[in-house]
Every structure is written in C-alpha cells, then in structure tokens.
C-alpha cells in the first residue's frame, strides 16, 4: 500500500534492513521535485517526509538555535549610538543615563521640539536609539514625541522606560 509521502509503515521495516540504491544522475524521487526540496531547506519547520521523526526534530532544534543566534547578531550593539531622551530634565531616571557605556552618545534631553533646536541636520540624520522616560510632569509626551517623530528617520530601538 502506498500513502503520498512515501512507502506504508509495512514496507519501510523491510526497506531499512535493504542497502540503500541511489537514483541514476538527474532523476529526482517522485515524492519529492526539485521546488519542493528547496522549499524544505528554506523552512525546515514544513514535515519533510523522508526524515525520521527524530531527524526532524533535529533539524528543527538546530534551525531554530541559528535562527536565535542570527537574531542574537543582528541585535548586537553598533560601535556607537547616538540616543536622543525625550523626558523632561529632572526626571530620576535620567541618573542611569550616567552608567551607559562610552560608546552611548547622550545628544539631547527634552521634550518638545523646541528642547532640539540645536541639533544640525546631522544630528537627526545619526540618532538610532529614541529613550523615552520620566513619570507625570518630567514624562516624554505622545503629543509632544510627534512634533520630532518625522526627523527620526534612522531608528533602529524606540525604549519606553517607566519607574
């Protein structure tokens, strides 16, 4: 009895304890073309019906930790950041910003557009990280983060902190 995926469950014990033949050169298996295999090693999280449950699993354990380790790479820190902190001077959290590292660049702390005034076009073009903090009075406001929003045009992190 045949099922779409391949041979029954009958016939693969007998298949296993049989050497394995290799199809002549250029003949792909019927149960699996050429735009499906390359499909499976795109997504390896598709069942792939010559694998073993215990290949598949795996396969998938080890695509999912690079995929992690990738993502990990990609969000490793720049060389610098240049951090722009909408928060009103007196906030406490502010005190933290004094603990960044050196390559964490303060340009600026205010609120409204006008508290940036004086950065260059330059300035704008280089932040990569928006900090937005402070409670009440000292908080960076939806309304006021919108007058500067549209010159934030190379974000990679917007942080919301609150204590």
């Not at 499906?36 to 390896?44: C, G, K, S, V």
Request: charged share 25%; with cysteine; glycine share 4%.
């Amino acid at each position: 009895r045949l099922v779409r995926t391949g041979v029954s469950r009958l016939l693969s014990s007998r298949r296993r304890s049989q050497p394995q033949r290799l199809p002549p050169a250029g003949h792909a298996p019927a149960t699996h073309p050429p735009a499906a295999r390359t499909t499976h090693l795109a997504d390896p999280t598709k069942p792939r019906p010559d694998l073993s449950t215990r290949t598949r699993s795996r396969t998938l354990r080890l695509w999912f930790a690079t995929r992690r380790v990738s993502a990990e790479s990609d969000m490793a820190a720049p060389a610098s950041v240049r951090m722009l902190v909408a928060s009103g001077p007196s906030a406490p959290e502010l005190e933290v910003l004094k603990k960044l590292p050196p390559s964490v660049e303060v340009l600026k702390v205010g609120k409204r557009l006008e508290d940036f005034a004086s950065l260059s076009e330059e300035d704008w073009e280089s932040v990569t990280v928006l900090l937005v903090c402070g409670v009440g009075p000292n908080a960076g406001k939806k309304d006021e983060i919108k007058e500067f929003w549209p010159r934030l045009r190379n974000l990679k992190v917007t942080a919301f902190v609150q204590t």
